[in-house]
Structure formats: C-alpha cells, structure tokens
C-alpha cells in the first residue's frame, strides 16, 4: 500500500478527515488502511472513535508494487497481530459493534481466511493474488509508468486477463471455507469469531 498521506500525521487529523468525507456523502463509507505496529490497538481505537466504517490491517506480505520499495520491505508486521490488538482494544471500550475489521495483506489461502476471523476480521481482501490471477507478474514496478510488462497496472488495450480465473479462484475458496467451517461445526464465519 503507498505510504501515509502527508496530511494526516495523528489520530485526530484522520477523525478530521472522516468527517470531511461524510460532511460531504452523509452515506459515504470510509475505511482507513493502516500497517500493523506495536501498539496498533490504540490507533483502532481512535479510529473507531474517529467513525470509520472499516479498519483495514494491511499485513506486511501483501503489496504489488505500487508502494515504495522501502515500505514493501521494511514496513509492517503480520496482519495477525495488528488485527488481534485491535480487536481486543475495541472489545475492552465497548467500540467492537461501531466498525468492521478488513484484513489484507497477501491472503491466499483457506487457513488463512479462518485465522483472520477467529481473531476477529469481518471482511477479507486478496488484492496480490487477485492480481497474480490477471496476469500480474509481481515485476513490482506499479508505480513507474508503463513499467507493467503484462499492461495490467498501465491499462494497456492489448491486456486480456483471464477473469475466468478470478472466478473460479473465489467460487472454489467460499466451497472450501464452507467445507472447512462445517468440519469445525460452525454455520459462518460470524459463528467463528473468537473461537
């Protein structure tokens, strides 16, 4: 993901910058993508207090290639232990019900799905693989135009990413979480959580 924006340096401008946003859209819904690091809980915490409809946990696995080489290597910690502390930070000030928990960040696989969600997420991203689906080929030059060898980061006409392997990669995933959740006796991912 690309560095923070320049003009949000704390908590209390991102709360300023939601209610920018919604001051505008009443309907708007906001979600605010952030890198786990210690003490990330009480950052969750602001941010649910700020009203942001999602938290986005970016693990340090993910990223294409858009971010600055520095920041995919050497920013982050594993989406696990961000989305943990957030959880319990928002259990603990009865603000749990108030936002949901999005994690991304190289998700890839059934296992990882159910971790997420009995540490708490509500929501799963799988930007990396979704990408390696397409066509990408992980040259990570995203952010240098017309870098993107195979055209998917460049729009380029020529580009004909199979979709029918996004298709599939997402209809087999739901039938394995089902399948899996059925093995763990549980009815949905919701049922999951904090077991």
């Known amino acids: 993901s690309p560095p923070f924006h320049p003009d949000v340096l704390s908590i209390e401008d991102e709360a300023g910058l939601i209610y920018d946003i919604k001051s505008v859209n009443q309907h708007a819904h906001v979600s605010i993508k952030i890198s786990p690091t210690l003490g990330v809980g009480s950052t969750g915490f602001g941010l649910a207090k700020g009203d942001a409809d999602i938290i986005n946990i970016a693990g340090h696995s993910g990223g294409t290639g858009a971010a600055k080489q520095t920041s995919i290597k050497h920013v982050g910690l594993p989406m696990e232990l961000g989305l943990r502390e957030i959880a319990l930070a928002l259990i603990k000030t009865a603000l749990r019900e108030l936002t949901q928990l999005q994690v991304s960040g190289g998700l890839k696989t059934v296992e990882e799905v159910l971790i997420a969600a009995i ?45 029918i392997n996004v298709a599939r990669f997402y209809v087999n995933l739901a039938a394995l979480v089902q399948e899996r959740l059925l093995e763990l006796g549980f009815s949905s991912l919701q049922a999951l959580k904090g077991h």
């Open 119 to 163: 540490l708490g997420a509500d929501l799963f991203e799988f930007g990396t693989i979704t990408m390696l689906l397409v066509g990408c080929k992980m040259l990570r030059l995203c952010n240098k135009k017309d870098r993107c060898k195979p055209g998917v980061a460049n729009g380029e006409q020529w580009f004909r990413g199979e979709a």
